[in-house]
């Protein structure tokens, strides 16, 4: 053993020494010390009684991840709930809650470091911020190991994925069914109510009681759009995906309560944005969610079980967007660009689940031009317009029914993306004798709106105000490839991109100008 572990073996037989209570039983133990420290680890949890092995798991799997944590609030208070919470339901029955916190530390022994809670503590916050951890990096590392998987204490092996998978599920169905109302909450959403909340006056009945629950809650109302992030990245799950959906169902009587708490404990207000519901668009707006959360697999999920929904074809406005815009309007397919969620793009124009006879309602622009727009990797914008294209999706769309080609747009962004994107779209059959509707402007700070113009034209003027020092030679180079592809310099007209676009289109009539 490496000397650190060999303390650490020395300080393990000592805590089971103390615990035992005859003199014949210390005997017996020193005469039968464990040769290694996972000998030492096995025989602690073999030695945890059978009632209460399923509490010491529950619990040791809580504190594996505290990385997955940070910046919420997960203390002591809150795992005395977690561990005994069937997390089926999320029905926390107070019955069936440990006495005190410091029969967990008892159950998991030298394991885990679990401070005892004082609730008759005025300082919230120190009570709070009570965290209870593994004793060891040791612990962990045996817990996931494979060693552990070919022994007898085999019940107690964990993985990421099935630890996600348990502290999900347990959130999820507790924010489900818990009615904070019952502790003292109000539908009042401030800060100052939330603290009132969390600070019940000192002496009052089932104080214990309401403390712990308000420190799982603040946790689970706080923390669940990051663990189902973590959650849906590790793969996901059917089962927790299907409370995900109850829990993000508009309809449902006590959803509203559920979205404001949690856009208050956001520190941008926007866990779940506030979109005009109808009595039709209930699914569009779980969609929404899904991608606004960052949930690619939860989101196919969704797709899977609701055939008739496209990506990008729910427009859905906004209230109460806190000063952003008054007509913000979302629409998955460009939240799913926005967050770079490539394998959901993917898997929506394989399954034919992009509409391209839809645009975006605020800028005007066709799918493929939506991706060419992204701030996603270079490589993955190449690899999704070429999908696209093979599933039958045309580059040209047609000029009257967009304020941007994916052509303008790709010209218009800066190097070293302009050329590799340009390239592909040129060699994809790309006009570069066709404009949209849109109008240049240089003044103008929208990224759209200095992409007016044929792609010649916006390859010539200085593109973005955020690059106005680009390399002239990557310009040149846009402008050689242009010319390469049949870009002609007689037909700019910065005044009248209609005239441009007729020109275009009688010089040439062969073009396949087919709307994408």
């Not at 609730?119 to 593994?134: A, C, H, I, P, S």
């Not at 085999?154 to 924010?175: D, M, N, P, R």
Request: hydrophobic share 35%.
């Amino acid at each position: 053993m490496l000397i650190l572990n060999r303390f650490r073996w020395v300080a393990c037989q000592l805590d089971i020494l103390r615990r035992l209570t005859t003199e014949a039983a210390i005997y017996e133990a020193l005469g039968n010390l464990p040769k290694t420290l996972d000998e030492t680890y096995e025989r602690i949890l073999l030695g945890i009684p059978e009632c209460n092995r399923q509490f010491a798991k529950r619990a040791l799997q809580w504190m594996s991840y505290p990385d997955r944590l940070n910046g919420t609030y997960f203390s002591s208070a809150a795992l005395a709930a977690a561990v005994t919470m069937p997390c089926r339901d999320g029905d926390l029955r107070w019955e069936n809650q440990l006495l005190d916190i410091s029969d967990l530390q008892d159950i998991c022994t030298c394991l885990a470091e679990i401070p005892e809670v004082g609730y008759e503590d005025d300082d919230l916050y120190f009570l709070y911020n009570k965290k209870g951890r593994l004793s060891h990096y040791t612990v962990k590392e045996f817990l996931i190991s494979d060693r552990i998987q070919q022994g007898p204490a085999s019940y107690f092996h964990i993985s990421q994925k099935s630890t996600l998978s348990l502290l999900a599920e347990t959130v999820i169905g507790f924010l489900l069914h818990f009615d904070p109302v019952d502790i003292g909450y109000s539908s009042d959403t401030s800060k100052e109510a939330w603290h009132r909340f969390q600070r019940p006056a000192k002496g009052s009945e089932n104080r214990t009681r309401i403390l712990t629950l308000s420190a799982f809650y603040a946790f689970s109302i706080g923390g669940w759009p990051k663990l189902v992030k973590n959650f849906d990245d590790e793969g996901g799950g059917q089962e927790v995906f299907g409370l995900l959906f109850d829990l993000l169902d508009p309809r449902r009587p006590d959803f509203e309560q559920f979205r404001d708490s949690s856009n208050t404990a956001a520190d941008d207000h926007t866990a779940v944005p506030d979109w005009m519901l109808d009595e039709s668009n209930w699914a569009k707006i779980i969609l929404l969610s899904l991608v606004f959360l960052g949930l690619p697999r939860a989101a196919i999920e969704w797709l899977k079980r609701n055939n008739s929904l496209k990506l990008n074809n729910p427009y859905i406005k906004r209230q109460n967007t806190y000063g952003i815009r008054d007509d913000y309007i979302d629409c998955p397919f460009l939240l799913a660009c926005d967050r770079g969620l490539v394998d959901l793009i993917r898997y929506c124009i394989v399954e034919g689940r992009v509409d391209y006879d839809n645009r975006d309602e605020d800028d005007n622009v066709c799918p493929m031009g939506l991706i060419v727009g992204s701030d996603m990797p270079t490589s993955d914008i190449c690899d999704l317009v070429q999908l696209m294209v093979s599933f039958g999706a045309k580059v040209n769309p047609v000029p009257d029914h967009v304020a941007f080609t994916p052509l303008q747009i790709a010209v218009g962004w800066h190097a070293p993306r302009r050329i590799s994107v340009t390239r592909l779209l040129l060699q994809c059959g790309a006009d570069p004798n066709v404009r949209g509707l849109g109008e240049w402007n240089s003044d103008t700070s929208r990224f759209w709106d200095s992409c007016g113009g044929l792609p010649f034209e916006v390859a010539r003027n200085e593109l973005r105000p955020r690059h106005p020092k680009e390399d002239k030679s990557i310009q040149q180079e846009v402008i050689d490839l242009l010319l390469q592809f049949g870009a002609r310099e007689e037909l700019l007209d910065t005044s009248s991109g209609e005239s441009s676009n007729q020109d275009a289109m009688e010089t040439d009539s062969d073009l396949d100008l087919t709307d994408s």
